[in-house]
């Protein structure tokens, strides 16, 4: 098999994949949010899409903050200040998507934030927690994170350290 062939290979594996995260449009039909182009001067991307709502029903009563951490919330409102920074967020997982471009993908949320900032996308290779699943995740915050696609995060926590502390229901 040619280099070419096998690059629209991977190519391909990598989009179904990433379909796969939670798509539900074609990436050029879907307006993109405000909050996904980080310069006015930049044309829109299509972000990858935060779940509305966790896609099955995860009980968020009850998280408590972790120890010298932030909640998903305070992540979103202190993002510019936290860019690059390590953070330490308690969580439950709403989302998870194994294996796609050599991490595991997660979104977790924790009671707090309003539509557009009560989901927090992490990346980890060091554990695939079950939806529902607490977990303390400590990684490094990134923003606008483009990787092609139409998959934009304006803010990321990427190659975390994700610890399950309870078992989801």
Not at 137 to 156: H, K, S
Request: net charge negative; with cysteine.
């Amino acid at each position: 098999m040619s280099k070419f062939v096998a690059g629209r290979l991977l190519v391909l594996a990598v989009f179904a994949s990433l379909a796969a995260c939670g798509e539900t449009s074609p990436p050029d039909t879907a307006p993109a949010p405000e909050s996904a182009t980080p310069d006015p001067g930049q044309a829109a991307s299509q972000p990858h899409p935060v779940p509305t709502g966790p896609a099955v029903a995860v009980d968020l009563s009850g998280i408590e903050k972790a120890d010298g951490g932030q909640t998903v919330a305070e992540v979103y409102a202190g993002k510019d200040e936290l860019e690059g920074e390590t953070v330490v967020i308690r969580g439950k997982v709403v989302k998870v998507n194994a294996g796609i471009m050599d991490r595991n993908w997660l979104h977790i949320r924790d009671g707090s934030g309003a539509d557009g900032t009560n989901d927090l996308t992490i990346t980890t290779s060091n554990a695939t927690p079950a939806v529902g699943d607490t977990v303390v995740v400590t990684g490094a915050v990134g923003l606008n994170r483009d990787f092609g696609m139409g998959y934009t995060y304006p803010i990321i926590v990427e190659d975390a350290q994700v610890t399950v502390e309870a078992a989801g229901e």
